[in-house]
């Protein structure tokens, strides 16, 4: 900065010619001759002062005014520090809530305590019945077997010569002929009513005619037939089934005749016969007998007509007497085959009984009384009485009594006392199936080694059970001896549906039951693996039991080595859970509030081969079972009260934020870009500088996170925005992870061309080509850090950690050794002029300007004058023409060197001179070889400071002054 001390001009004008009026007055001057108002004032001895420069401390040169530049024992070095910080917000934290886990209830049955299933093994009385003898003995019939002849014959005269002969007609009649049929029935049975009816087998009457006599003459011609045939029984005889030509039995069923029944002259034998079908009887005698005798009548008539047309050629002895006899016979051997009977009603009582002994085994241990049973709808004696098969008689008054198991209670049924338990069935609805109801059974047992004895009977007794009078074949009322009256019963359908019992401890077995935790959640794209995973705070995993359709008489239930297997992954609280990673629970609990377990999940862990994610999904399948089994203590209680009992299990876990990560993480770190800049004084800008420079830059990366970083480091010195050519410096370091997350640790580097021989906590990285970072001086250096992760490595980050970043610290230090080479160059600016020229440039056409110069600084130091107008523009030298005499001014160490040097101002265009607004000082410093090795210090100074002088002085006409 230039300060400039000023006067006016005009007032040191007056001032200097006032003084000449009054030591200038002498006699040489004669006045009378007229006054020269012309006057000429200065010369070289006129000069005045227009501007000086500050005193320029070199410290304010290289660095006062700026915080990068500052000097060391006595030395100037180049330092920049600045920090920045890079947010890694890539992995978000998460928080989720995992909806309550709902496990179906678990229906379980008292096993413990159910009531074997038994059966009653069918109950079979049978007793047989006493039915009557109805056999009859000597059951015989007269058999028919008669014959007859019935003669005559045909005498033929000697030599009747060859005419035909004939015999005309022929008739024979037998007579009324008879046959005896008897029957006899006796010791007949007394339940024997009445015989209705006699049915006969091998009952065929046959009837032979035999006229083979006359057919053995051969006659030429001959007709014969049996005119008429008659066999006549009693009225209670019924014939049937006549056979033979002309053959029939009467209309009143008791004769057979024959009627015109032409004969076969070839054939000698005629045959015909019928069927005896039945007799009626009489009744019995005073005896219970049936003796039968009757009178059967027959008789026969037939006719004959025949000739001999040629009796000489049968070389007869004549007269010859033919033979025309025939016989007539009846056979037949009658059997009694089967009889219609009527019986007396007669009295069948019987009486039958069973004993039920019944063992009812595998009774759980925890019952020990079995007071009574109740069953289920179906339970049921199925009681039938079979009908013994003695149709057609028929029970036809009486009943029966059945008394029933005493111990078994009974619905109501028609015909059951429901106190005594007996049954009273009547004859008419004796037969069938009768279903009793059941509702229970009275035990009052104690159970002995799981088993209980039911001791019972089922009997029977009929009263005046009376089979009624029936009418039927013999052989069918014969057929009903050996009948029996069978009972059978069964009861069926026990299936309990309450009993009265007393307990001892019921154990109740809850089947084993899983449920899954399931989590998908999202994590974040950038974690690829976890390993484990630490939760912002504790989770709750709330367990919950409740036990539903207990009695009322149950308060209390206790569960023996309940075990909760959890999933591995899961990590609880130091205590939750044994190594297995169980909740085994073996306390009691009272029923109306249930069992609760609360464990603290504190993270998870998923071993060595971790969970991957996929799209950065966390997801989690796993399995959580439960078994065991619990017990109530003894108690007198009803089995019906002993419902299937509801285990309920309920998991709720509280919302879960993750924290701590250890995984692979990649998170997308964006590269970091920063210019430092160097705002250096413009001495040191000059490109044409020569700076013998050896920077050092030392690092300090802070990283939160337990993930270590490569990072690519790029530096690149720019001048205006602009990389300078070939000066990029490139290298990589090493982030290492921090080994609490959310705590910094630094990783420290110094980067130099060689070994810097400090020893300290930096890691000193060499980089040969270091020094062309600023070789040219940069306004500012780009620092490009592009961080990578190796995925493959365990990593460790809080989600909630504040300092989820990486931190840069750098300083750039650079010494600086002014060497023979070393220059720079200054401006500096002495404004206003024409303020402090004005009235002088319209009288001069030229002035010289003094530099006196106080140089401190152990440098060569030249500079020229530069005229500038009052638009910032250099005058150029064809108006003003500046000259200088050249002059070198070498600093010291200790006393400054004081100097001077002239710059002429020759105006070469007329007025010019008026436009001269400013002068700008160009100074430049430079080291030799006896400066070089003498140090800069910040108190070595320069001082500028000028002077105008007039060197002709100054004609002022005075007429024109006072005009």
């Not at 997801?619 to 078994?627: D, G, N, P, Q, Y």
């Not at 070595?940 to 002709?952: A, D, E, G, N, T």
């Amino acid at each position: 900065m230039t300060t400039c001390r000023k006067m006016r001009i005009p007032q040191i004008l007056l001032f200097v010619f006032a003084l000449s009026l009054s030591n200038c007055v002498t006699d040489e001057y004669d006045l009378s001759k007229g006054l020269n108002k012309d006057i000429t004032v200065g010369g070289d001895s006129l000069s005045f002062p227009i501007g000086q420069t500050d005193t320029i401390m070199l410290k304010k040169l290289l660095g006062d005014s700026i915080s990068v530049l500052t000097a060391n024992n006595g030395k100037y070095a180049l330092n920049i520090k600045d920090s920045l910080n890079v947010k890694l917000d890539a992995v978000q934290p998460v928080s989720f809530s995992i909806a309550g886990i709902t496990i179906p209830p678990i229906t379980q049955s008292f096993a413990s305590v159910e009531f074997p299933t038994f059966q009653f093994n069918p109950i079979a009385i049978s007793s047989a019945l006493p039915l009557k003898d109805l056999s009859i003995a000597n059951k015989t019939v007269s058999s028919i077997h008669t014959s007859f002849d019935i003669a005559n014959s045909l005498t033929i005269p000697i030599n009747p010569g060859p005419v035909s002969f004939s015999t005309g007609n022929l008739t024979y009649s037998s007579g009324i002929k008879h046959i005896a049929q008897n029957l006899d029935l006796i010791n007949l049975p007394t339940a024997l009513q009445s015989i209705n009816e006699i049915q006969f087998a091998s009952s065929r009457v046959t009837l032979t005619f035999d006229k083979s006599k006359i057919n053995s003459i051969q006659f030429d011609s001959q007709t014969d037939k049996i005119t008429s045939f008659n066999i006549t029984f009693p009225a209670n005889v019924t014939l049937t089934s006549p056979i033979g030509t002309g053959s029939a039995i009467s209309s009143d069923g008791h004769s057979f005749t024959i009627t015109n029944a032409a004969l076969d002259a070839n054939n000698g034998i005629y045959t015909a016969s019928f069927v005896i079908q039945k007799l009626v009887p009489p009744a019995f005698d005073s005896n219970h007998e049936l003796h039968y005798s009757s009178d059967v009548t027959y008789s026969i008539d037939y006719t004959f007509n025949g000739t001999i047309n040629n009796v000489s050629s049968r070389n007869y002895s004549y007269p010859k007497t033919l033979d025309l006899g025939i016989n007539v016979k009846l056979d037949a051997d009658p059997a009694i085959d089967n009889m219609i009977i009527s019986t007396n009603p007669y009295s069948v009582d019987v009486a039958g009984s069973n004993t039920i002994n019944k063992d009812v085994i595998g009774i759980p241990t925890a019952i020990s009384q079995v007071t009574s049973l109740t069953f289920n709808t179906g339970a049921e004696l199925s009681l039938n009485i079979a009908d013994p098969g003695v149709s057609p008689f028929q029970f036809s008054s009486g009943n029966c009594v059945i008394q029933l198991p005493q111990a078994i209670v009974f619905k109501p049924f028609s015909g059951l006392d429901l106190t005594t338990n007996k049954l009273t069935i009547p004859a008419s609805s004796l037969f069938g199936t009768k279903t009793i109801g059941i509702s229970g059974i009275a035990l009052n047992k104690t159970v002995t080694n799981q088993k209980i004895t039911i001791n019972d009977n089922l009997t029977y007794q009929t009263n005046n059970l009376t089979l009624g009078s029936a009418t039927a074949d013999l052989y069918t009322l014969q057929g009903i001896t050996g009948k029996k009256l069978d009972i059978t019963a069964n009861i069926t359908g026990l299936s309990i549906q309450d009993a009265a019992i007393q307990t001892n401890s019921i154990n109740l077995d809850i089947p084993a039951q899983n449920t899954n935790i399931d989590i998908n959640q999202l994590v974040s794209t950038d974690v690829k693996k976890i390993y484990s995973v630490g939760l912002k705070t504790p989770s709750q995993l709330k367990f919950k039991i409740l036990i539903n359709n207990l009695p009322t008489s149950i308060d209390s239930i206790f569960l023996d080595n309940y075990t909760i297997t959890l999933p591995s992954v899961l990590k609880f609280k130091t205590g939750d859970v044994n190594s297995q990673n169980q909740v085994i629970l073996n306390k009691g609990f009272k029923v109306s509030e249930g069992l609760s377990k609360t464990l603290t999940l504190e993270s998870f862990n998923f071993g060595t081969s971790g969970n991957t994610l996929v799209n950065g999904v966390f997801k989690l399948h796993e399995a959580v079972s439960m078994t065991g089994g619990a017990h109530i203590k003894g108690t007198n209680l009803k089995s019906s009260d002993l419902q299937p009992v509801e285990v309920v299990p309920t998991i709720q876990i509280d919302p879960m934020s993750l924290s701590v990560i250890e995984g692979e993480i990649a998170p997308a770190i964006d590269p970091i870009a920063q210019n430092i800049a160097l705002d250096l004084p413009d001495v040191l800008k000059n490109k044409d500088n020569n700076l013998a420079l050896k920077p050092v830059l030392t690092f300090e990366i802070g990283n939160s996170m337990g993930i270590p970083i490569d990072l690519s480091l790029n530096l690149t010195p720019k001048s205006k925005g602009v990389a300078i050519p070939n000066a990029n410096i490139s290298t990589s370091l090493h982030i290492a992870e921090t080994s609490v997350p959310g705590q910094t640790t630094w990783s420290k580097f110094r980067l130099a061309a060689s070994a810097t021989g400090l020893f300290d906590d930096h890691k000193e990285v060499l980089i040969p080509n270091l020094d062309s970072l600023l070789k040219t001086i940069p306004d500012e250096i780009g620092i490009s850090a592009t961080p990578t992760i190796d995925v493959s490595k365990h990593h460790i980050v809080d989600l909630y950690s504040p300092k989820n970043q990486i931190d840069l610290k750098y300083a750039v230090n650079v010494p600086l050794e002014f060497g023979q080479d070393f220059r720079f160059n200054l401006n500096e600016t002495i404004p206003d002029l024409q303020k402090s020229l004005k009235g002088v440039a319209k009288l001069v056409h030229n002035i010289d300007v003094i530099a006196n110069i106080e140089n401190k600084i152990p440098m060569n130091i030249a500079f020229k004058i530069l005229p500038y107008n009052t638009a910032g523009q250099l005058i150029d030298s064809t108006k003003l023409k500046v000259t200088a005499q050249p002059i070198t001014y070498s600093g010291s160490t200790s006393l400054a060197n004081v100097g001077s040097t002239v710059f002429g101002i020759k105006e070469m265009t007329s007025g010019s001179l008026a436009d001269l607004d400013k002068f700008i000082i160009t100074v430049t410093a430079s080291k030799n070889p006896i400066t070089a090795a003498l140090p800069l210090r910040p108190d070595q100074y320069f001082l500028i400071k000028l002077r105008v002088v007039i060197p002709k002085g100054i004609t002022v006409d005075l007429n024109s002054e006072k005009k």
